[in-house]
């Protein structure tokens, strides 16, 4: 056992220092990182159904330098994204001590921290503002932010919804709405395994042992949306103002390099959906596109000596500048807003260092304040909340390998919920 636990240690300090950006979802403009608290709401102050709470849910990334330590500290504390044993609470903390310098340098780098949480609120305030036109019934709509690893963390988010006017006796409907298009339970299925948690400590059983108290809030989950038209659109546009930027004569034979976060195939082969998810996702864009180029999806952010789903975006692009192909656009395919993982990978390591600053190596713009995207989803939110559903099918499914019984009784409770959202929201 102690060789065991020894060896286990030893394989997750030679990951951690192998690469400083595992997972680590964020944007790099220090303004406008502020908070945006969602005024008090009073139920029923519209229609009948609304308010609705819209709370997007992603990894999250530190605004600043300072907050890089606690963020790593949260990633490496989470058994679902990065699972270390029964060493989880000796090495999490050790790891994210080791990495914290390297990584605050990155955020140096593209500007002293994450945008993320600037685009998420911003994206987030926007579409409630299309919301409320396009579906006055459960309006007003009001925008939340949940970040799994850097504020406003799942817990505050909760807290300032239940003194927002929801919850605590008086009911009110929410949407956890994924920031993640494309499902994998190391992501979204750790900000829902989060939320469920919190729910249960801030709502949850009474002195009845009644896991839904009357009067508290009713949750439904926007869990995947992969091919969704509009995100198709948004991820087309960009594309072509990318290509328009080469020689016509050249343009049709650039390569498009689609780039998503890789993920060990130990949790690929215990069932995880992701990798065909995103492949939906690409496959769509060029149906979009006509098939117009050549392309290929790729896997980026590996670390550590275990196998991983590949080929490396890395490898990828090293190695078509060797063959000559220098005409590549990078896609982020798997993010809706810029972070490390463009700013800083693609941007910095991929683009100028694999590629050797080759002026035909360059990158698609991220969906950011793109006005398809928002539009879209707008789209998304309102056909959820005429559906009625609680969750889509696909997430009463658990992964062919699951043995996380927290995993588990979340899927439970979310597809519970169905018997109260088609009908009021106050119970």
Same mark, same amino acid.
């Given at each position: ?90 090495? &999490? ?39 409320? +036109? ?30 927002? &006017? ?100 130990? /949790? ?18 060029? !149906? ?11 896997? +980026? ?8 789903? &590949? ?25 809706? !807003? ?86 009021? /929201? /106050?119970?």
């Amino acid at each position: 056992m102690a060789n065991r636990a020894t060896s286990a240690a030893a394989r997750a300090l030679q990951l951690a220092a192998s690469r400083p950006n595992l997972f680590c979802s964020r944007q790099g403009l220090r303004k406008a990182c502020m908070a945006t608290v969602a005024p008090p709401v009073t139920q029923n102050s519209m229609s009948k159904r609304g308010p609705t709470a819209m709370v997007f849910m992603n990894m999250g990334g530190p605004s600043t330098t300072d907050e890089v330590g606690d963020f790593l500290s949260r990633l490496f504390s989470d058994g679902d994204l990065i699972p270390l044993g029964r060493l989880q609470n000796y090495l &999490g903390p050790l790891i994210s001590r080791r990495r914290t310098p390297k990584i605050q340098k990155q955020y140096a780098d593209i500007g002293g921290g994450s945008p993320i949480r600037k685009w998420s609120e911003y994206q987030c305030e926007e579409m409630c503002k299309i919301l409320d +036109q396009i579906s006055p019934e459960t309006a007003p709509h009001k925008p939340y932010v949940a970040f799994r690893y850097a504020n406003p963390l799942t817990e505050h988010m909760y807290e300032q919804m239940l003194k927002d &006017g929801f919850g605590n006796g008086k009911g009110g409907r929410a949407v956890a709405f994924t920031q993640y298009p494309q499902y994998s339970c190391s992501t979204t299925g750790s900000s829902l395994n989060e939320l469920w948690k919190w729910r249960n400590r801030l709502e949850g059983k009474r002195a009845s042992g009644d896991m839904h108290p009357p009067g508290s809030i009713t949750w439904s989950v926007i869990d995947r949306w992969p091919t969704h038209s509009g995100l198709v659109e948004a991820f087309a546009q960009n594309i072509e103002a990318q290509l328009k930027t080469y020689p016509e004569d050249r343009r049709k034979d650039v390569v498009l390099l689609f780039s998503a976060h890789s993920l060990p195939m130990s /949790v690929v082969n215990r069932g995880d959906p992701y990798p065909a998810e995103v492949a939906a996702t690409v496959y769509a864009v060029m !149906s979009r596109l006509g098939f117009s180029n050549p392309y290929r999806l790729t896997w +980026q952010s590996q670390v550590g000596p275990s196998a991983w789903l &590949g080929a490396q975006t890395s490898d990828t692009v090293r190695e078509y500048v060797k063959r000559g192909h220098t005409d590549l656009v990078l896609v982020p395919i798997a993010f809706t !807003s810029d972070h490390i993982e463009t700013l800083y990978e693609i941007d910095k390591e991929v683009m100028h260092e694999d590629a050797q600053g080759h002026p035909g190596v360059k990158r698609a713009e991220s969906l950011n304040g793109s006005k398809v995207f928002i539009q879209a989803l707008a789209d998304i939110a309102k056909a959820h909340l005429e559906s009625g559903q609680s969750c889509s099918k696909q997430m009463g499914l658990r992964c062919q390998g699951c043995t996380s019984e927290r995993c588990l009784e979340s899927k439970k409770f979310f597809a519970g919920e169905q018997a109260f959202t088609s009908g009021t /929201v /106050v119970r």
